[in-house]
């Protein structure tokens, strides 16, 4: 957008007349290539340099980016980014520890007032890595998703590919023809997937489609994105969970509930519940009691009083047990897990926030 009011001001410097200066409604929309003019180019790498990682040297790229061949290491040398690692999205540094995260949820439930609320969101590539894994290689894009406000500390992040992308763009162009007709997708290439000038486009083109996507409420509400944004992060934090990673699945929880707290969830409270039992669990193999307890608080607004889902006891028990521990009220939560148990609808003893997290299947 910058470079298009740029454009309009060198002409209007420059004396063109009046028709050059006015700019059509088709001229303020996704280009129809959806990728940046030379000059938007430029201004990308400029405004993205010591951030954006990629090299200025073209790579053999005959082949197209989906059909993937061996390939060089990252693009620079400093990220060493294996596809391993690549796919989680990266958390903070672990010398700040647990006490980062539990800041930021405390922030985000602050701001969030009980209730997950859909904010007008910037995306940002920060960085661009090739990641070969023989015989593929492709291109893994990392974008900062940032709310309205001052920035934040760290801002959630997610890591995809050029046919994650795609996937999200076919699925809502079945599901929302009228919506999607006027948002456009970079387009495929046959060469040069690999350069710094096509990595620059497509990582523009990236962070104004999501805004696109964003800014329309019936796609914004749409499960294809939700999924697209959140669904990889907590099957990766789940899967270091149960494998007993929790230093690491906790960073992964924490980014996955930013994620939803900054998107907004109108398919319903699960997801979020999942997140803060991910939470808890972590905390609390952590030796962190406090935080623990604090994310089975959280929950408990959440639920309210739907007796009948199948977390709220684990939830209360958890409560309970962590209560005592920390010598807090527990009365309370006692209370409400016995007349659970005295009307048959859960067990005595309840499952565990962790059984349940371990056999949840997401999809």
Not at 318 to 327: F, I, K
Request: charged share 25%; with cysteine.
């Amino acid at each position: 957008m910058a470079s298009r009011l740029l454009h309009r001001l060198r002409h209007a410097l420059a004396g063109d007349g009046p028709g050059e200066a006015t700019v059509g409604p088709e001229a303020e929309q996704f280009p129809e290539s959806s990728e940046l003019e030379d000059d938007d180019a430029e201004g990308l790498s400029s405004r993205l340099s010591g951030t954006l990682s990629f090299t200025s040297a073209e790579d053999e790229d005959d082949e197209d980016e989906d059909d993937e061949e061996a390939g060089p290491d990252p693009l620079s040398p400093g990220d060493g980014a294996s596809g391993e690692d690549a796919e989680r999205s990266p958390p903070p540094d672990g010398q700040r520890g647990s006490q980062l995260l539990a800041r930021q949820l405390q922030d985000f439930w602050k701001k969030s007032r009980n209730t997950l609320v859909p904010q007008r969101l910037l995306f940002e590539v920060t960085s661009a890595n090739v990641v070969k894994d023989p015989p593929s290689k492709y291109v893994l894009y990392t974008l900062a998703v940032m709310g309205p406000g001052p920035p934040d500390h760290q801002p959630a992040q997610i890591s995809r590919r050029y046919s994650d992308f795609e996937r999200l763009h076919r699925n809502l162009q079945r599901q929302f023809r009228g919506p999607m007709a006027g948002i456009s997708f970079p387009r495929k290439r046959l060469r040069r997937n690999f350069t710094a000038e096509t990595i620059a486009r497509r990582s523009r083109a990236f962070e104004q489609y999501l805004s696109h996507l964003h800014a329309v409420p019936e796609l914004r509400h749409a499960s294809d994105l939700q999924d697209f944004f959140v669904l990889p992060e907590l099957r990766r934090a789940q899967s270091l969970t149960c494998t007993g990673l929790y230093r690491e699945a906790l960073a992964l929880w924490a980014n996955a509930w930013q994620l939803q707290a900054q998107l907004g969830t109108p398919s319903g409270p699960d997801r979020p519940l999942l997140t803060l039992a991910g939470l808890a669990v972590c905390h609390q193999e952590l030796e962190d009691p406090r935080e623990a307890r604090a994310c089975c608080e959280r929950a408990l607004q959440l639920l309210g009083d739907k007796n009948s889902h199948p977390l709220l006891a684990p939830f209360l028990e958890a409560h309970v047990r962590l209560s005592w521990r920390l010598g807090l009220d527990k009365r309370q939560s006692e209370a409400q897990l016995q007349a659970l148990q005295e009307a048959g609808l859960t067990p005595t003893p309840p499952p565990s926030l962790k059984e349940l997290l371990i056999k949840e299947v997401l999809d």
